[in-house]
C-alpha cells in the first residue's frame, strides 16, 4: 500500500460542479486550483475527481471518447498536469476516475471494432456472432453497422462493454480472459494508466471494478485479472493508489486494491446508517448500527489482514446528498463518525456545508435521480453563489435557491456551523494516533444508542461514542475508568467515575 494513504482524508470533487473560471456555467480544472488551498485548509490532503477525459457526456464523463485526452469543457492535458502539479506543492495527492469496463459508442477502438472486416479492435469489445442473438445476462445494441452482431453494453445504450472475457465460456462468442481479445484490452487499459501516471497522477478510483469479467459469480477470474493489474503498477509505480467501486472488500483487496468503499448498492449495511427508512443517523432512534457492525467487522478483518482500508464515504455522485432529510445536528454526528472510523475518510464536495439535494430536476447529462446531488457547490454571496459568472439558466445543473441555503462563506463565519465541525473534527483525527486511518479499531457496543467503538494505537486508546437521537443516553463505561473528554459534541455530556453521558444527537470520545 502507498505510503501517503495511511493518512490520507479524501475530498471527492465532481467537475463539472464545484467551480467556474471561464463563464460558461461547467466547472474546470482551473476552478479546482484555484480552490486547492480552501480544501487543505479544511483538512483534506488527498483528492477524488470524477471523470474528466474527452466523452460526449452521455453519462456524466463516464461514457469516455478518448481516454488519453481530457475532455475540453475543463481544460487540455496541460491544465490538467498543472493541477496535479499543483496538488502536489501542497502536500496533496489526487486520484482520476477511471472508467475500464466500457466507452462510449464514439470511442475510436468501437468505431473501428463496428467495422465488418476483422481488425485489432473486432474482439475489443463483446459481440456475439449474429445479429439475433442477446450477449447472455446484459443488454445490447443491434444493427448499428454492417458488423453481423449484437454489441453488449455495461451501462446505458450508450456504454458498449469492453471485453475481458468470459469466467465460463458457454457460447462460441464467449472468450477466455486469457485469450488475445481480452489481453489487448487489458494491456490498452494499463497503457492508460501509464499515461497518466506519468504524466504525475496518484492513482485511480475505478469505476464498476468487479464488472470486467463476465459471468463470474465468484469474482476468481475478476481477482485474477486485478492482481495481474494492480501487480504491475506496485512493480512500476509503487506509491500509486487503486480504490475500487466494488462494496465488497473481501474481493476487492484479494485483487490487488488498496481501499473499497461500503456503498449505497452493496450489502445493506451502510445503508442502515444514512439511507434506510429509518437509519442510525437519525434523531428519531429507531434505528440500529447492528446490521452495519455485524458486517463490518468481517470486512475490517480482511482488511487488516490483507493491508487493505474500507472506506465509508459522506456520499458520492451517486447517492441522495447526506443533507437529504438531515438537519444540521444530524449531519454534525455524521461526520463524528465517519472521521473517527478506521480507512480513510471520503467526503463528497460540498457535504462540508451540508448542501442539500434539490428536488424536482431534470435528468442533467444521464443524471436522472441522481442529479438533484451534482448541483454546483455554493461558495459565497456573490452570483450563483460564486460558483460562476454565467447566466444563471447556463448553469451545468440549477443551484439550490432557498434562502436559507448554505454557502461555505456563511458557514466560516459561523463558529457553531457543520463546516466548522468537520474541520475541527478533521484536527481531532490527525492529533490523535489512536484514531488514524489503520490504527486498531473494536466495537464496544452496536446494539442501539449510543454506539461504542474503540480506537488504539500502540501509545493511545480513545473510546468513541456517538448519539444520534434526540435523547441524551448515560451509559455504564468501566472500560473509560479516569479517562478524559478529548472532543465533545452537543451540550451537557460528561464523563463520570463508571459512566459516559452523551448529549442529545452528540457525541464524545474518551482518551483512557
Not at 480472459?177 to 497518466?196: C, E, L, N, Q, S
Not at 437509519?279 to 487488516?304: L, M
Not at 465509508?312 to 449531519?331: F, K, V
Amino acid at each position: 500500500m502507498a505510503k501517503w494513504l495511511e493518512n490520507a482524508i479524501f475530498y471527492e470533487i465532481y467537475p463539472q460542479s464545484f467551480n467556474d473560471t471561464n463563464g460558461d456555467g461547467i466547472g474546470d480544472f482551473q476552478g479546482i486550483i484555484e480552490k486547492l488551498d480552501y480544501i487543505k485548509e479544511t483538512g483534506f490532503n488527498a483528492i477524488w475527481m470524477n471523470p474528466c477525459f474527452d466523452s460526449p457526456f452521455g453519462d456524466a464523463g463516464y461514457d469516455v471518447r478518448d481516454y488519453k485526452k481530457a475532455a475540453a469543457r475543463y481544460g487540455t492535458n496541460d491544465d490538467l498536469k498543472r493541477l496535479f502539479d499543483e496538488c502536489h506543492k501542497r502536500g496533496m495527492h489526487i486520484l482520476l476516475d477511471l472508467v475500464p469496463g466500457h466507452t462510449s459508442v464514439e470511442h475510436e477502438w468501437f468505431k473501428k471494432s463496428m467495422l465488418p472486416e476483422s481488425n485489432e479492435y473486432t474482439d475489443r469489445y463483446i459481440w456475439t456472432s449474429n445479429i439475433w442473438e442477446q450477449p447472455e445476462g446484459l443488454n445490447c445494441i443491434r444493427g448499428i453497422s454492417d458488423r453481423d452482431g449484437s454489441a453488449a453494453v455495461n451501462f446505458f445504450s450508450s456504454q458498449p462493454a469492453l471485453n475481458y472475457g468470459y469466467a465460463e465460456p458457454k457460447y462460441a462468442y464467449q472468450q477466455k480472459p486469457t485469450d488475445p481479445g481480452p489481453m489487448a484490452t487489458r494491456a490498452a487499459i494499463k497503457d492508460v494508466m501509464k499515461f497518466w501516471l506519468d504524466m504525475g497522477c496518484d492513482g485511480f478510483r475505478v469505476d464498476m471494478a468487479g464488472s470486467l469479467v463476465k459471468c463470474d459469480p465468484e469474482y476468481k477470474e475478476t481477482i485474477k485479472l486485478w492482481q495481474d493489474i494492480t501487480g504491475y503498477l506496485k512493480s512500476e509505480y509503487p506509491e500509486a493508489a487503486m480504490v475500487s467501486e466494488w462494496g465488497e472488500p473481501q474481493y476487492s483487496l484479494q485483487g490487488g486494491f488498496d481501499m473499497d468503499f461500503l456503498l449505497h448498492f452493496g450489502p445493506e449495511g451502510y445503508n442502515s446508517m444514512f439511507r434506510s427508512a429509518e437509519p442510525f443517523f437519525s434523531k428519531r432512534g429507531k434505528g440500529t448500527p447492528a446490521i452495519f457492525a455485524e458486517q463490518y467487522n468481517g470486512y475490517h478483518e480482511k482488511a487488516t489482514t490483507g493491508g487493505g482500508l474500507i472506506c465509508i464515504p459522506s456520499g458520492n455522485h451517486d447517492m441522495d446528498r447526506l443533507a437529504r432529510g438531515r438537519d444540521e445536528d444530524e449531519l454534525k454526528c455524521c461526520f463524528a463518525f465517519l472521521l473517527t472510523m478506521p480507512g480513510a475518510p471520503f467526503v463528497y464536495y460540498g457535504d462540508e456545508i451540508g448542501l442539500r439535494y434539490v428536488e424536482g430536476l431534470v435528468s442533467v447529462e444521464g443524471g436522472y435521480n441522481r442529479t438533484g446531488s451534482r448541483s454546483p457547490m455554493q461558495w459565497d454571496s456573490t452570483a450563483n453563489d460564486g460558483f460562476s459568472t454565467a447566466d444563471k439558466s447556463q448553469l451545468y445543473i440549477k443551484q439550490d435557491d432557498a434562502p436559507d441555503r448554505p454557502t461555505v462563506e456563511k458557514q466560516m463565519l459561523d463558529d457553531k456551523s457543520l463546516y466548522n465541525e468537520v474541520k475541527k473534527l478533521i484536527k481531532v483525527r490527525n492529533d490523535n494516533p489512536a484514531l488514524h486511518n489503520l490504527s486498531a479499531f473494536e466495537f464496544v457496543s452496536s446494539d442501539g444508542y449510543p454506539l461504542v467503538y474503540k480506537r488504539s494505537s500502540d501509545n493511545q486508546t480513545v473510546y468513541v461514542f456517538i448519539n444520534p437521537s434526540d435523547k441524551a443516553v448515560t451509559v455504564n463505561a468501566d472500560y473509560a475508568k479516569g479517562g478524559k473528554a478529548i472532543y465533545t459534541l452537543g451540550e451537557n455530556g460528561s464523563v463520570g467515575a463508571d459512566t459516559v453521558t452523551v448529549p442529545a444527537s452528540g457525541a464524545i470520545f474518551v482518551e483512557v
